[in-house]
Nanobody, 124 residues
Framework: QVQLVEAGGGLVQAGGSLRLSCAAS????????MGWFRQAPGKAREFVAA????????YYADSVKGRFTISRDNAKNTVYLQMNSLKPEDTAVYYC?????????????????WGQGTQVTVSS
């Protein structure tokens, strides 16, 4: 079982940038695609981005396309989410997770081994 720990959240003004990281335990990390989700207060957890085991073929939610970039470094067992041009509506707790099946999926049910989350707050 892969264990995940997110970091890098914080408070930023609209238009600013943040880079989130997700550190994984275990060598199995490099075998799996990874993803990021977010959950705003009172809302359902929603898909943000995912990346294949070797860093190729990332895909994104329409709401973040062109602003966010997912990447990974398998030597460091870490996946990243670079967030640029942040908007107040990006405010949420951000979670990373392992994609265990159906690459291309945005469904919570296909992801697991969730981290504890990191808070991102974007002020207007």
């Amino acid at each position: 079982q892969v264990q995940l720990v997110e970091a890098g959240g914080g408070l930023v003004q609209a238009g600013g940038s943040l880079r989130l990281s997700c550190a994984a335990s275990g060598r199995a990390f490099r075998n799996y695609p990874m993803g990021w989700f977010r959950q705003a207060p009172g809302k359902a957890r929603e898909f943000v981005a995912a990346i294949s085991w070797n860093g190729g073929s990332p895909y994104y939610a329409d709401s973040v396309k062109g602003r966010f970039t997912i990447s990974r470094d398998n030597a460091k067992n870490t996946v990243y989410l670079q967030m640029n041009s942040l908007k107040p509506e990006d405010t949420a707790v951000y979670y990373c997770a392992v994609l265990y099946r159906n690459y291309g999926s945005t469904s919570l049910n296909d992801f697991g081994s969730w981290g504890q989350g990191t808070q991102v707050t974007v002020s207007s």
